[in-house]
């Protein structure tokens, strides 16, 4: 069974920064993209980041500045940097890695997190 797990959420004041991790279970042969996505209360999940293989990121125009996508592809975790927070940053962050793969063999499949709430006070 894949399992990533996420660490670094938190209360944090407007201004502010925090570092999200996203660890992937240590059964995996290979994956290809990573991203972060966030849903605030009422609302639809967003992207947030995204980070290929070879190190393409792309970042949603609310966070273009702000926020730095990482990934350290030996470890398979990837991480977001966010700075400048602001209110409406305030939501659950969820991890999401695309074509994981358990053994060479095996079909592609996609995976999310748990989760980490994120809360920006202002």
């Known amino acids: 069974q894949v399992q990533l797990v996420e660490s670094g959420g938190g209360l944090v004041q407007a201004g502010g920064s925090l570092r999200l991790s996203c660890a992937a279970s240590?059964?995996?042969?290979?994956?290809?993209?990573l991203g972060w996505y966030r849903q605030a209360p009422g609302k639809q999940r967003e992207l947030v980041a995204h980070?290929?293989?070879?190190?393409?990121?792309n970042y949603a125009d609310s966070v273009k500045g702000r926020f730095t996508i990482s990934r350290d592809n030996a470890k398979n975790t990837v991480y977001l940097q966010m700075n400048s927070l602001k209110p409406e940053d305030t939501a659950v962050y969820y991890c999401h890695a695309e074509g994981v793969k358990t053994t060479i063999l095996s079909f592609p499949n996609d995976y999310w997190g748990q989760g980490t709430q994120v809360t920006v006070s202002s």
């Open positions: 240590e059964n995996i042969f290979s994956l290809d993209a």
């Open positions: 980070i290929t293989r070879g190190g393409y990121t």
